[in-house]
Nanobody, 128 residues
Framework: EVQLQASGGGLVQGGGSLRLSCAAS????????IGWFRQAPGKEREGVSC????????YYADSVKGRFTISSDNAKTTMYLQMNSLKPEDTAVYYCAADLNLYGSEYVCQNGNVMDYWGKGTQVTVSS
């Protein structure tokens, strides 16, 4: 059974850092598009960063570019989102997702509904 488990959220002061992890069970990310999405209260879900399955290209939302980094371990069973220089507007529930689609990384992030597998969210709260 394919499962994703996200962890690493918490409360941090503005300017601080957090690293989110997403562990996969039942599969590895080798052939999967993967990504991190977030949803703040009263707002639509936003694609934060994604990696395509085809060419492993990476996309970052403009709001996080230069501050966040997506990666995975060598075994391709855990993905990470390193978040630096956090801002109060980064406060949201963060979700990891994966899918066997062949879309580009930007398309995946902008159309999260193409992702079949989702982890439960992890709350990130950034204080000012």
């Amino acid at each position: 059974e394919v499962q994703l488990q996200a962890s690493g959220g918490g409360l941090v002061q503005g300017g601080g850092s957090l690293r989110l992890s997403c562990a996969a069970s039942g599969f590895s990310f080798d052939d999967y598009a993967i990504g991190w999405f977030r949803q703040a209260p009263g707002k639509e879900r936003e694609g934060v960063s994604c990696i395509s399955s085809s060419d492993r290209s990476t996309y970052y939302a403009d709001s996080v570019k230069g501050r966040f980094t997506i990666s995975s371990d060598n075994a391709k069973t855990t993905m990470y989102l390193q978040m630096n220089s956090l801002k109060p507007e980064d406060t949201a529930v963060y979700y990891c997702a994966a899918d066997l689609n062949l879309y580009g990384s930007e398309y995946v992030c902008q159309n999260g509904n193409v992702m079949d597998y989702w982890g439960k969210g992890t709350q990130v709260t950034v204080s000012s």
